[in-house]
């Protein structure tokens, strides 16, 4: 697995990948597009050999950063590549001196849960039915 950037030519892969793991919120190749046009919009990608299996697009502002989206082809899920591409994205994010990332999860999703707290990540507060479903953090 490789582990990079994303670029202009991802996006058509990035586009198709989003809904397969997302019902709301799905982004759309100009929400891509955009994203790679800005500095402070990185994707990351992960590649195996046959393409593009995961992304993590983060917003960076200053000396913080929120994980914007991410995910894993569920063909490639369960494998430790979220971890791995997550891991990578942090420790990016720190040598650019990011203090702080944030992200948003879904109360019932305990498998993304489980993998940011491995990371370090904990709850610092919750939104509402922020997803339209009920009650989420």
């Given amino acids: 697995m490789i582990i990079r950037l994303a670029q202009a030519a991802d996006i ?4 198709a990948l989003h809904p397969l793991l997302f019902t709301q919120s799905v982004w759309r190749a100009e929400n891509w597009q955009k994203a790679l046009s800005k500095q402070t919009t990185p994707v990351w990608v992960i590649l195996s050999s046959v393409g593009l299996v995961g ?5 960076r502002i200053a000396d913080e950063s929120e994980i914007q989206t ?17 891991g990578h994205v942090i420790k990016s994010l720190e040598e650019q001196s990011v203090a702080r990332v944030f992200l948003e999860v879904e109360h019932s999703n305990t498998a993304a849960i ?12 919750e939104r509402r039915d922020y997803y339209g479903r009920g009650r989420h953090a």
């Fill in 12 to 15: 058509p892969q990035l586009t």
């Fill in 55 to 59: 992304f993590c697009a983060v917003q």
């Fill in 114 to 125: 489980t993998l940011y707290e491995k990371l370090g990540f904990h709850e610092l507060g």
């Fill in 70 to 86: 991410i995910g894993i082809h569920p063909d490639y899920q369960r494998y430790g590549h979220a971890c791995r591409l997550l």
